[in-house]
């Protein structure tokens, strides 16, 4: 298995995009990501079956470091992005999804003061259960794609041909992933569908133009 964990808006489905087309035959005829890279949590908590995938498994997850068994088997990807930005992007979902009437500044005070996003990451990077862990930094892999996608394979000890390659790093791009937008993020509910704002513009620096 490899998961794909980090604090929500950092990056997860852009990296199961990656790891989804580095791996299959990339068909985007599955009708969401968690049919071909399930968060299995979620689909606990939601009473949900989870598909019966091959190995790799492409598994997402938000969940600390304490929920995973210090001799687990495969590999973790630890992705994780500037918090201002995670801020600011979270704001926007919320807004869009949850609470049209949502406060911008009373959401930033919030997040500043509920520390999820700094207790998340810190646990990770310290890794105290030596569990097998590749850091990811968002703003590395929409600077140099390719290269964190080599890395990503090398950690992984993935076999990817050339045409898989390619195809993870076009398949994996801002306009690409914002045809198939209706396949990513939860649903919005029925009487609104607000579908084209999951993938709103992935852009760096936001957090820092707004706060």
């Not at 993935?158 to 790093?169: D, E, G, T, V, Y």
Request: with cysteine; glycine share 4%; hydrophobic share 35%.
């Amino acid at each position: 298995d490899i998961y794909i964990v980090s604090y929500p808006k950092s990056g997860t489905t852009l990296t199961q995009m990656i790891l989804y087309q580095l791996t299959t035959d990339g068909s985007m005829d599955f009708d969401h990501i968690y049919d071909v890279s399930p968060w299995i949590r979620n689909a606990s908590f939601m009473k949900q079956d989870v598909h019966d995938l091959p190995s790799p498994r492409i598994i997402k997850s938000h969940d600390l470091i304490k929920g995973f068994d210090k001799d687990m088997k495969g590999r973790i990807l630890h992705v994780y992005r500037n918090g201002m930005d995670v801020a600011v992007s979270l704001y926007h979902q919320n807004l869009n999804y949850n609470n049209p009437n949502l406060d911008f500044d009373k959401f930033i005070q919030e997040f500043t003061e509920q520390e999820g996003w700094a207790k998340f990451n810190k646990v990770w990077f310290q890794n105290k259960k030596k569990l097998p862990v590749l850091h990811i930094k968002y703003e590395d892999l929409l600077a140099d794609k390719k290269r964190e996608i080599e890395r990503i394979i090398r950690f992984c000890d993935l076999k990817p041909s050339n045409i898989q390659l390619q195809r993870a790093l076009e398949m994996s791009e801002f306009e690409e992933m914002k045809k198939y937008e209706e396949k990513f993020g939860d649903k919005a509910p029925e009487k609104k569908k607000v579908y084209d704002q999951f993938i709103r513009n992935g852009k760096i620096g936001e957090g820092k133009a707004k706060l």
